[in-house]
């Protein structure tokens, strides 16, 4: 029998694309609210209460108030919103995250779906605070770049009308008050001490991401090589289908391929994962400097979002978890 699935904000660009991923599933039945009762708290709590799960793809406010209308206990509710990323009582959705992670979520009806950019940012550096490769209090930073379906439909909007005659407004770098939302998530789940600095960025481009964090090597007290966090990171995801570590080969290709002194031909791609379930993460180091540079490359709106609530979803209700992805 088919488990029954409502998506609360289906008509967004997540729930847009969390219902993609889970059409023509013959294990899932994804219902809607009737149209004519959309502003109906009461249908809109039946429904709520009488599916099996529940993808939350809304605002935070509304998240909370959505929240607050379950009032079954046996309904699975994944949470696409900021609002309880490091609430009491949630489980945080990144599978991968540590090998506690993914039982944690089957044993779950509450889950916080993470952010795209902190699946990065965490994928990169909870293994190297875990291994003791990067300490607790150490001072970290966070580069990024993500494509504008990220920003909401004023954003995408905006860039996907014709641009304004004569701009350059290619990309645009923001969170200027060093108070993005996602720093909590960032902090906690990356076994940091203090919230990184945090410099994001949108391109002129719908989606896609790059995650960078550089890291000076000398100034970690067990002063590792590149290749030392590189193992670190391949261990943590040995045998994961989703999360794959480049090879040292590979790392060294990119940096090798050379168009002058710029380097411009050793190109990550923040589109080349798009429409997938798949992060990729590569260390480039130089060990004569003492300085690596760690780069996530994920679609923000498949592992940063619509897959990994699909993912969260196929965990909770015992399915295949690569179903639909």
């Known amino acids: 029998m088919a488990h029954t699935v409502f998506i609360d904000g289906e008509a967004g660009t997540t729930g847009l694309q969390i ?28 429904l709520l209460n009488g599916v099996d799960a529940v993808i939350l793809c809304l605002p935070d406010e509304a998240a909370k108030e959505a929240v607050g209308m379950v009032t079954s206990n046996t309904v699975k509710v994944i949470d696409a919103s900021t609002a ?44 190297l605070t875990a291994a003791g490769l990067l300490p607790r209090d150490f001072p ?10 990220g920003g909401g439909k004023g954003l995408i909007a905006e860039f996907e009308a014709p641009a304004p005659e004569g701009t350059n407004d290619a990309f645009r770098t923001y969170g200027l008050t060093l108070q993005h939302k996602h720093l909590g998530e960032m902090q906690v789940y990356g076994g940091l001490d203090h919230p990184p600095v945090f410099a994001p960025a949108v391109g ?27 193992a670190a990171l391949a261990a943590a995801y040995e ?4 999360v794959e570590v480049a090879s040292a080969e590979e790392c060294a290709e990119l940096q090798q391929a050379r168009a002058g002194a710029g380097g411009y031909n050793a190109v990550l791609d923040p589109e080349a994962l798009n429409g997938g379930n798949r992060m ?38 015992g399915l295949a978890e690569g179903e639909g992805l």
Request: with cysteine; proline share 6%; hydrophobic share 40%.
């Open 84 to 127: 309880f990323r490091t609430a009491p009582g949630w489980t945080y959705g990144f599978a991968e995250m540590d090998k506690a992670q993914r039982g944690a979520i089957a044993g779950s009806n509450r889950v916080s779906n993470p952010g795209c950019y902190p699946t990065g940012f965490i994928g990169l550096v909870r293994p």
């Open 140 to 149: 970290v930073t966070v580069n990024a770049i993500s494509g504008y379906s």
């Open 19 to 46: 219902r993609q991923r889970l059409e023509g599933r013959r294990d899932l039945d994804v219902v809607s609210i009737d149209p004519a009762r959309r502003k109906d708290a009461q249908a809109r709590a039946e």
């Open 239 to 242: 045998g994961e289908t989703f």
């Open 204 to 230: 002129r481009y719908a989606q896609g991401m790059i995650v960078e964090v550089p890291l000076q090597l000398w100034a970690l007290p067990g002063k590792p090589a590149p290749e030392d966090l590189r």
């Open 280 to 317: 990729r993460l590569f260390v480039f180091g130089n060990a004569e400097r003492g300085q690596a540079r760690l780069v996530a490359q994920l679609d923000n709106l498949g592992k940063g979002a619509s897959g990994a609530a699909v993912q969260n979803l196929n965990i909770m209700l």
